[in-house]
């Protein structure tokens, strides 16, 4: 006799569009109810994740809150949560107590530890960018890190534990550090995933066809932005996994003058290596790091002097090429949420070893 799974209800905060919900099984997680300040991408969540309400408001109001609440009518067993932060230490900015807690950005940590005390899932996950960890805030007159407030609110109940992760080190092509921060009951066993072989750019997208600048293909998402004549020729002579700024001819330049500016911009990305962190500006070839790596050509120029088109970005942070996001989607969005989430793979991995008494 096949033993039944349990079909597990979440919930979603700071959801953005739901990009790294999207390799959550529908046969054992489901995200009941999501939540998500800016309109447009609470929009676009309704369109991957059809089967999930979404509350589109202010979560640090009231009214808001009690929305989510209403919304829930079965039993929550875990809460994912991305809480922006500035990642700005108190101590260290010698700010005033009253000048830094009155950023509402940094205190959305504290709407987490509401519905967590509310709602008592089984287990929540916290993640965001590295900065989290070092962000500072008062609590009960005390200058607290996040780990000292969550500790003080919930470990009567809770295990917490918490670290930071690269997922190119759970078989995601993308170089993405992560702070990760579980908070599970006693009666759960939460350790990491087991770290893969790299994933390389050219194994996750080699097999893509080449395109130059304003081309198409017949594959979904698979087209390259139009860019500046002048781009393409710095990018047509830069090769694979150097910038524009090292060319001792076709360098960044205006009015014939050299542009000053960093290495890590008008870049190619390298092949054989996971991809470096994606960005929200990965549509600009000035930005960091988002130029394809290209193919040396027999004239002596390089190939795909253009930013990763939109398929390519989603292969690499391991959305799958049969995706959700529906095909007329505003490509500036993609590239924006993709860039401010976690990579789907590694929450489905994160949660997959998940071990429940």
Same mark, same amino acid.
């Given at each position: 006799?096949?033993?039944?799974?349990?079909?597990?209800?979440?919930?979603?905060?700071?959801? *953005?569009?739901?990009?790294?919900?999207?390799?959550?099984?529908?046969?054992?997680?489901?995200?009941?109810?999501?939540?998500?300040?800016?309109?447009?991408?609470?929009?676009?969540?309704?369109?991957?994740?059809?089967?999930?309400?979404?509350?589109?408001?202010?979560?640090? %109001?009231?009214?808001?809150?009690?929305?989510?609440?209403?919304?829930?009518?079965?039993?929550?067993? &875990?809460?994912?949560? *991305?809480?922006?932060?500035?990642?700005?230490?108190?101590?260290?900015?010698?700010?005033?107590?009253?000048? &830094?807690?009155?950023?509402?950005?940094?205190?959305?940590?504290?709407?987490?530890?509401?519905?967590?005390?509310? %709602?008592?899932?089984?287990?929540?996950?916290?993640?965001?960018?590295?900065?989290?960890?070092?962000?500072? %805030?008062?609590?009960?007159?005390?200058?607290?890190?996040?780990?000292?407030?969550?500790?003080?609110?919930?470990?009567?109940?809770?295990?917490?534990?918490?670290?930071?992760?690269?997922?190119?080190?759970?078989?995601?092509?993308?170089?993405?550090?992560?702070?990760?921060?579980?908070?599970?009951?006693?009666?759960?066993?939460?350790?990491?995933?087991?770290?893969?072989?790299?994933?390389?750019?050219?194994?996750?997208?080699?097999?893509?066809?080449?395109?130059?600048?304003?081309?198409?293909?017949?594959?979904?998402?698979?087209?390259?932005?139009?860019?500046?004549?002048?781009?393409?020729?710095?990018?047509?002579?830069?090769?694979?996994?150097?910038?524009?700024?090292?060319?001792?001819?076709?360098?960044?330049?205006?009015?014939?003058?050299?542009?000053?500016?960093?290495?890590?911009?008008?870049?190619?990305?390298?092949?054989?290596?996971?991809?470096?962190?994606?960005?929200?500006?990965?549509?600009?070839?000035?930005?960091?790091?988002?130029?394809?790596?290209?193919?040396?050509?027999?004239?002596?120029?390089? *190939?795909?002097?253009?930013?990763?088109?939109?398929?390519?970005?989603?292969?690499?942070?391991?959305?799958?090429?049969?995706?959700?996001?529906?095909?007329?989607?505003?490509?500036?969005?993609?590239?924006?949420?993709?860039?401010?989430?976690?990579?789907?793979?590694?929450?489905?991995? %994160?949660?997959?070893?998940?071990?429940?008494?």
């Amino acid at each position: 006799m096949m033993e039944t799974i349990k079909k597990l209800n979440g919930l979603s905060l700071f959801s *953005s569009a739901g990009i790294g919900e999207i390799l959550l099984t529908k046969k054992k997680y489901q995200i009941c109810v999501a939540n998500e300040l800016i309109n447009e991408r609470s929009e676009l969540y309704k369109k991957i994740h059809p089967m999930t309400i979404m509350i589109n408001g202010d979560i640090s %109001l009231k009214n808001t809150k009690n929305k989510i609440l209403d919304a829930l009518d079965e039993n929550i067993d &875990f809460i994912i949560a *991305s809480p922006p932060c500035q990642g700005l230490s108190l101590a260290g900015k010698n700010r005033r107590s009253k000048e &830094f807690t009155a950023d509402n950005r940094n205190n959305l940590i504290l709407d987490v530890i509401y519905f967590i005390k509310k %709602l008592s899932p089984s287990f929540a996950l916290i993640e965001n960018v590295p900065t989290l960890l070092k962000l500072e %805030l008062l609590h009960k007159k005390k200058v607290k890190n996040v780990i000292e407030i969550l500790q003080d609110e919930l470990k009567k109940n809770y295990h917490i534990t918490y670290e930071i992760i690269d997922s190119s080190d759970f078989g995601i092509p993308q170089k993405r550090l992560r702070a990760i921060i579980k908070i599970y009951k006693k009666n759960i066993t939460w350790p990491n995933p087991v770290k893969t072989k790299h994933i390389t750019v050219r194994d996750a997208i080699g097999h893509l066809p080449s395109l130059e600048s304003g081309q198409h293909s017949n594959i979904p998402f698979h087209y390259a932005r139009n860019h500046t004549p002048k781009h393409v020729e710095w990018m047509q002579n830069t090769p694979t996994g150097k910038s524009a700024f090292e060319n001792k001819v076709y360098y960044p330049k205006k009015n014939g003058a050299r542009i000053k500016g960093f290495n890590s911009s008008y870049r190619r990305i390298k092949w054989d290596a996971p991809a470096p962190t994606i960005t929200i500006r990965s549509d600009a070839i000035s930005s960091q790091r988002n130029v394809h790596p290209g193919h040396l050509k027999k004239d002596g120029l390089f *190939s795909d002097a253009r930013v990763l088109s939109p398929a390519e970005l989603m292969i690499l942070n391991s959305i799958p090429e049969k995706n959700k996001i529906p095909i007329n989607t505003n490509e500036l969005l993609i590239r924006k949420v993709i860039g401010e989430s976690v990579p789907p793979l590694l929450i489905k991995k %994160l949660f997959g070893s998940i071990q429940f008494a």
